[in-house]
């Protein structure tokens, strides 16, 4: 008596369930289909672009930290002077500061060591693009290339992936500039907001004033060269020190901004230490 009217009841639930179920395989059979469209030799009707790739965003201009805490960072770039470099190397690991260099990759090429012995000392390594051109005139490609061909060169030498963070030679960029720097892997463009114009060799005073112009998140532009710079050092150090700052590194700097890190830090990989001249310089 009961089983007709049990199976009149379920009967259409099991038929809803049924139908449910042939419409969510019904569903996944399209999307394998449009999934696998053009190995399937399926194409997209005429006009319709079958890609959705998506590009990468550009890199986002820097040019200071977060204003809410009292830390500065120290940068330097271009560093084909040797022994500018490890002069203050061994000066800001005298006095326990981080800072981020920005070398130029023919200067890391002519100086492996030296590069190895930076990166093994923890002070983060940027990219300053191959040889050092005014990007701005250049074609996307160009661009991209400056910036490949540094990673090229640096990251075998430091053994490790380097900061995902860029610098235009003489600050200069364009929309061009920061669609290239984000399609090879860049977060940012990393400019500055402190100027110490070193490169024209005032005096170390001259450089230490104007670097201790900084306020809280403050990117500080010097250069491995000068020996006014070497020089300016401690005054820089002792000064922010005296006004209660401390020192980050530009990655450091910019986690606080919201971008994201990717694989940035400094690992070594000892298996792609290569292109050596020598062994790795003491410090
Ligand atoms: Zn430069």
Redesign the pocket.
């Known amino acids: 008596m009961s089983r007709p009217v049990l199976r009149s009841a379920s009967l259409p639930r099991r038929r809803r369930l049924s139908g449910a179920v042939i419409v969510a395989l019904a569903v996944g059979a399209l999307a394998v289909l449009v999934a696998a469209g053009p190995a399937l030799g399926v194409e997209p009707a005429s006009g319709v672009a079958p890609s959705i790739k998506v590009e990468p965003a550009p890199a986002r201009i820097v040019r200071h930290g977060p204003r809410s805490r009292p830390v500065v960072a120290l940068t330097f ?2 560093c084909r002077d040797r022994e500018a470099v490890l002069a203050l190397v061994r000066a800001l690991r005298q006095e326990g500061v981080p800072a981020t260099f ?1 070398p ?1 990759g023919y200067a890391v090429r002519r100086s492996p060591d030296l590069w190895v012995a930076v990166a093994a000392a923890g002070f983060p390594i940027g990219n ?1 693009t191959l040889s ?1 051109p005014d990007l701005v005139p250049l074609a996307e490609g160009t661009v991209r290339y400056e910036f490949r061909a540094w990673r090229r060169i640096v990251e075998p030498i430091i053994g490790a992936v380097a900061i995902p963070y860029a ?1 235009p ?2 600050g200069a960029f364009n929309a061009t500039t920061a669609r290239a720097a984000g399609k090879e892997g860049y977060a940012a463009l990393v400019l500055w907001d402190i100027d110490t114009r070193d490169w024209a060799r005032p005096s170390a005073a001259v450089i230490a004033e104007r670097a201790g112009r900084g306020t809280n998140g403050s990117i500080i532009l010097m ?1 491995c060269g000068p020996r006014q710079t070497v020089n300016a050092l401690p005054a820089i150090i002792a000064g922010y020190r005296a006004r209660g700052f401390g020192f980050v590194t530009i990655p450091e700097l910019i986690e606080g901004t919201g971008l994201r890190l990717g694989e940035g830090r400094v690992q070594p990989v000892d298996g792609r230490r290569i292109d050596l001249r020598g062994r790795p310089i003491a410090l």
Request: hydrophobic content about 10%; overall charge negative; glycine content about 0%.
């Open positions: 770039d271009d920005f130029y300053h050092h610098r030679p003489y250069h």
